[in-house]
């Protein structure tokens, strides 16, 4: 059995009057990340940490922010489409987790639904998936409510 691990970090500016897509379901607020997509870290990260963990680069390697096909999309699509790939090079995901970072809105309420949703993207068990929320402390851009942070270990694995 070869065994094979990843990680990801991705970062987006905060904006008021933007939609919030947080693992893949709208969490209420009166702002939300700016990106080229919908902007949603948590599916951003697990797509870097499964495309790192098998060898096969990044999310901006294959959804580029200057290709109009992706602007706007629904980053479930992009998970989906990294699932994809990597079983196709005979991979399965074992685990993957998450930790995000941001001052407000609180998203421990969230975790849930965001765990049902990505299971049901990703087609593994919720259990397979942990999602973290921490704050920054006030401290950095994240602290100042500029910004939302995310990081993401994904174990993968191929008979």
Known sequence: MKIRVGQGYDV???????????????????????GHSDADVVCHVLCDALLGAANMRN???HFSDKDPRWKGIDSKLLLAEVL?????AGYEIS??????????PKLNPH???????????MAIPEDDISIKATTSEHIGFVGRGE???????ALIFKD
Request: net charge negative; aromatic share 6%; proline share 5%.
């Open 84 to 88: 994809r790939m990597v079983r196709e």
């Open 95 to 104: 685990n993957v987790d998450v930790t995000v970072v941001l001052q407000e």
């Open 59 to 61: 999310i901006g390697y």
């Open 111 to 121: 975790i849930p639904a965001m765990k049902t949703c990505l299971a049901e993207v």
């Open 147 to 153: 910004g939302i942070a995310a990081h993401c270990v």
């Open 12 to 34: 987006h500016r905060l904006e008021e009057g933007r939609a919030f897509w947080l693992g893949g379901i709208q969490i209420p607020s009166t702002f939300g990340p700016v």
